[in-house]
Nanobody
Framework: QVQLVESGGGLVQAGGSLRLSCAAS????????MGWFRQAPGKEREFVAA????????SYADSVKGRFTISRDNAKSTLYLQMNSLKPEDTAVYYC?????????????????WGQGTQVTVSS
């Protein structure tokens, strides 16, 4: 079992930056591939970024490529999402997720554990 707690959300103006964190507890964090997803009001949850267990491989949704960076610190059991050049359309609840396999995964239905989410609001 893995427990995930997101933090770092908030209100920011368009063009600004935020860094989300996801603290993990439970089994060995370094064994899990991790991902960030988001869900805007009235929309389905969507993939944002993913990282392999080792941190070597990453993947991004086209909508955030070049603006967001996913990273992890296995020694601190923490996942990060650096978000730059934020746009109003980035407004959503952001969730981190963990998968028991080491390989990077972008399909949300394959993830085993989820955090409660953190709200990100970008004003125009």
């Amino acid at each position: 079992q893995v427990q995930l707690v997101e933090s770092g959300g908030g209100l920011v103006q368009a063009g600004g930056s935020l860094r989300l964190s996801c603290a993990a507890s439970g089994r060995t964090f370094s064994s899990y591939a991790m991902g960030w997803f988001r869900q805007a009001p009235g929309k389905e949850r969507e993939f944002v970024a993913a990282i392999s267990a080792s941190g070597v491989s990453t993947s991004y949704a086209d909508s955030v490529k070049g603006r967001f960076t996913i990273s992890r610190d296995n020694a601190k059991s923490t996942l990060y999402l650096q978000m730059n050049s934020l746009k109003p359309e980035d407004t959503a609840v952001y969730y981190c997720a963990a998968d028991r396999h080491r390989t990077l995964i972008t399909n949300l239905y394959e993830y085993d554990y989820w955090g409660q989410g953190t709200q990100v609001t970008v004003s125009s």
